[in-house]
């Protein structure tokens, strides 16, 4: 999908990957601008290998990736993160509330509450281990302008579903939210909150914000007016 946002123009590539033991997909998003790309979340490293090929495919090759920006720190947003900034030479960008997880490979790291067992299971089946940790290049917090890597687009800090999600949200209407909400079945809420007053802060502010499209991290782009209506 193709955008235009007064002189600059922008194109939106959706590349879905399958996750492990069968547990759905995970999206990530390639941005690509007039002088390069902006990729949004880097999915599993289970599927790694059709990542490459999706971007190879869409044009985005070692030095034209500017900046691989991340919504949350969970393993299937995160996994593909490190290996990217090394091969394509790209810097890391996610906000320091969800640091921690991408250091330790902990996704519960800055979680208020997890279960015992979930604790325990998790990292057998995200296969986040040492090779796919890292630390980001770049802190975003609430604001920070991605006008310098090609695209019309503001940081908001979106908090809920862990500390440090975030949105972007284009100078068109166009918001990639992460885990915010999910369209599987159809556009809906995330149920996997840590903190569900901070989700409903975040949900009041974007509903003043202008948005028109919706491009969650798991599910398929919807209006933002099918989920508020």
Known sequence: MREVQGTMEYEIVSITLTMPFRMGSVNCYLIRGDDGFVLIDTGVSHRRRDLVQALRRA?????TLMLILLTHGDFDHTGNAAYLRDTFDARIAMHPGDRGMAELGDMFCGR????????LVVPVLSGFGK??????DLEIVDGVDLIEYGLDARVLDLPGHSQGSIGVLTGVGDLFCGDMFT???KPERNSLMDDGKAFEASFER???LGVRTVYPGHGTAFAWHSLVS
Request: glycine content about 8%; charged content about 25%.
């Open 131 to 136: 090779k796919q940790r890292f630390s980001p």
């Open 183 to 185: 369209a599987i079945d």
């Open 112 to 119: 208020r509450t997890s279960n015992a067992l979930v604790r």
């Open 59 to 63: 044009g985005c090759m070692p030095g």
């Open 206 to 208: 974007l509903r003043a």
